[in-house]
């Protein structure tokens, strides 16, 4: 089990427009948070951290430690969907925890967590990503899990506030940009796969983003945590 840690994440639907092509349905249903939470807190004693961006609607979010709303809506961000914004105000509520930080989107499970956070205590003096062999496209960083260590956190969000990145028009992308912004402080997972596929879940060790309901009711079986 994980202490000293804060796992953070993002609650935005738009109840009027198709989420996505790619991934599943079941990630935007109200009821979606709290099979999201009880998948990982059955892993880890960390704390738990939402931030909902003001969206259309909120899921059942009971069992998070703390929760934040945005103020405006989520359509008038400066960031594309709430991903900036959940993981600066997440960072932020790490902070003041004394703990370390670990972003998993809302869109994304993770396996193994205690073996990743010590993966990432050893090898990673700040920042640990998926890039590399587990790149969705070429150069792209996965940002669905991503670890800021403690003592980097700081600095971690005095970059983000001040790289003045407005990426909701989809150009630059975060992506792609997120290596600029942390150039001297990344070190990735030795392990996938974010968006590529196939997905081993037999890995000790795995975090799975934008899957599909199929995926998904496999990880984690259709009534888990009802």
Wanted: net charge negative; proline share 4%.
């Amino acid at each position: 089990m994980t202490s000293n840690l804060t796992i953070a994440t993002g609650w935005c639907v738009n109840k009027d427009r198709p989420q996505s092509i790619v991934r599943g349905h079941l990630v935007y249903k109200y009821d979606w948070m709290r099979k999201w939470l009880a998948y990982h807190k059955r892993q880890t004693r960390a704390d738990f951290f939402l931030y909902e961006s003001f969206s259309d609607f909120m899921p059942d979010a009971k069992g998070f430690d703390n929760i934040v709303h945005a103020a405006i809506h989520f359509k008038d961000l400066p960031f594309r969907h709430d991903w900036a914004a959940s993981f600066i105000v997440g960072m932020q509520y790490a902070f003041l925890q004394g703990n370390h930080f670990l972003y998993i989107e809302q869109d994304c499970l993770v396996t193994g967590i205690p073996g990743l956070i010590n993966w990432a205590l050893t090898n990673s003096p700040k920042i640990s990503y998926g890039y590399g062999e587990f790149s969705y496209m070429t150069g792209w960083a996965e940002m669905s899990c991503v670890f800021v260590k403690k003592s980097y956190l700081v600095e971690a969000i005095t970059r983000m506030n001040e790289s003045g990145i407005k990426d909701n028009s989809g150009t630059p992308i975060f992506e792609t940009v997120f290596h600029q912004i942390f150039s001297d402080s990344l070190v990735p997972w030795p392990f996938g796969y974010g968006r590529k596929r196939p997905i081993n879940f037999d890995d000790p060790i795995w975090y799975g983003h934008q899957m599909s309901d199929e995926q998904i009711e496999h990880i984690i079986g259709e009534n888990y945590g009802k």
